[in-house]
């Protein structure tokens, strides 16, 4: 075997994996992430960094013991020929990358889990049947309401309002931020946990876009953040503070926006949920909201100071980026001190 081969041999025991590794999880990611919900980004994410974390650490096993291969093998004594140096590399290449696929097939596993995420059709009946178990004992079958005398701190008259024209945006925001369904129809709707599951969501949307024509959901696109922090200041301030870390009005308690995803300030906006008036596209046109959603981005990671953001994950991301690339970089001063020493 040459010595080139063997250095490919020796990259390739090092790399490999965390190649396939990273080619693997882009790839599932375009089949079975796309259109997720929060929480199952949230599982792939856990399940990805879990996963980083591991492939960090095999490679840096493995500069580690090549490392110390070096060293003893610089020192001399009975150093072995290529022979020897070869059914290392053979060994070292073969122990990483059975962890390594081990790794890669757990985070596929993960992929699969997720894959009916994908594949969800909103079929119409099961749409009815979650409607009429969890929500027409507040909105009345098929969306009518149910009228009963005692109106909530909202001025809405009975159980539920009626649906029949909210349309898919409205069931959207008020799904996919757990406001819905409400334990009492009394309270006021908080952001929960989300307790359907991604294809249930779709269903329920689809079914409540069903009963009577209604807007679609929105597709914001962020604009300019100085543009948006002065309408901010006008029509949002008052009740979210300046950098929409939220508060307190009568009869309701007013959310901070670190949550809302750009779609949901974009559809809050428009529906008014709870005490919050509505903005029509005359209060706040199109491009107007494009701004507002810019600027209320900004308040929720105003500065990147330090660097790469790695997408505001937190440390752990962070951490195994950085793992990986000292891992690359480690592996890349061991060959060339290598070459240095023989030389
Ligand atoms: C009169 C006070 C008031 C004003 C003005 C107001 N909001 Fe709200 N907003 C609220 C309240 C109260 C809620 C909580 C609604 C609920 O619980 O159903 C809310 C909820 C929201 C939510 C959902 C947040 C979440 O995570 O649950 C978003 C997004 C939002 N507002 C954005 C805006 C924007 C953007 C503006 C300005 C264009 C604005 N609001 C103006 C009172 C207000
Ligand atoms: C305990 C009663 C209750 C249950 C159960 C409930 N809702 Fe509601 N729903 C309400 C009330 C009250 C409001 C008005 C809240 C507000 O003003 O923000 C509301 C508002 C809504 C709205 C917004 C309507 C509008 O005018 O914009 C949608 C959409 C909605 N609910 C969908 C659902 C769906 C889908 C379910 C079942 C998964 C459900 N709700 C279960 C009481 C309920």
């Given at each position: ?9 020796q990259?390739?025991?090092l ?11 882009v790839?599932g ?21 879990l996963?980083g ?14 490392t ?7 020192v ?5 020929g ?9 060994v070292?290449a ?15 596993l993960?992929?699969?889990v997720h ?10 009946r ?11 004992s507040c ?6 309401g ?17 649906l029949?024209?909210?349309g ?10 757990g ?5 009492n129809?009394?309270?006021q ?17 689809g079914?409540?876009?069903s ?18 922090q002065?309408l901010?200041?006008?029509h949002?301030?008052?009740c979210?503070?300046?950098v929409?870390q939220?508060g307190y009005?009568?009869?309701a308690r ?34 107007e909201l494009?701004?507002i959603v ?11 100071r330090g ?10 991301p962070e951490?195994a980026v950085?793992?990986?690339?000292a891992?690359a970089?480690?592996v890349?001063i061991c060959t060339?001190l290598?070459r240095?020493?023989?030389?």
């Amino acid at each position: 075997m040459s010595r080139t081969r063997l250095e490919i041999l020796q990259w390739y025991a090092l790399l490999g994996g965390a190649l396939a590794w990273t080619a693997e999880h882009v790839l599932g990611y375009f089949v079975s992430d796309g259109g997720c919900s929060d929480r199952v980004g949230h599982a792939a994410l856990w399940g990805s960094m879990l996963t980083g974390f591991g492939v960090a650490a095999v490679a840096a096993a493995q500069v580690a013991a090549i490392t110390v291969y070096r060293a003893t093998r610089s020192v001399g004594h009975d150093a072995p020929g290529p022979e020897g140096r070869l059914r290392f590399f053979a060994v070292a290449a073969l122990v990483g990358n059975v962890l390594f696929l081990m790794l890669v097939s757990l985070d596929g596993l993960g992929s699969l889990v997720h894959l009916p995420c994908a594949q969800a059709a909103s079929t119409p009946r099961r749409g009815a049947a979650l409607y009429a178990a969890n929500c027409a004992s507040c909105h009345g079958l098929n969306g009518r309401g149910v009228p009963t005398p005692t109106p909530g701190a909202n001025g809405v008259t009975g159980q539920g309002p009626p649906l029949r024209n909210v349309g898919a945006r409205a069931a959207d925001f008020y799904l996919r931020t757990g406001y819905m369904p409400l334990a009492n129809a009394h309270d006021q709707p908080t952001r929960r946990h989300v307790v359907f599951t991604e294809p249930e969501i779709r269903s329920l949307i689809g079914y409540v876009a069903s009963l009577g024509p209604g807007p679609a959901i929105p597709t914001p696109r962020p604009g300019r953040v100085a543009a948006g922090q002065r309408l901010f200041t006008d029509h949002c301030a008052g009740c979210h503070q300046a950098v929409a870390q939220g508060g307190y009005v009568t009869g309701a308690r007013v959310p901070p926006l670190t949550d809302a995803t750009d779609r949901q300030i974009a559809e809050a906006v428009r529906i008014g949920p709870y005490l919050m008036p509505r903005f029509s596209t005359k209060a706040i046109t199109r491009g107007e909201l494009n701004d507002i959603v810019a600027y209320v981005d900004y308040t929720k990671h105003p500065d990147d100071r330090g660097g790469w953001a790695i997408g505001h994950l937190g440390p752990w991301p962070e951490g195994a980026v950085t793992w990986l690339l000292a891992a690359a970089a480690l592996v890349a001063i061991c060959t060339l001190l290598g070459r240095r020493l023989r030389a």
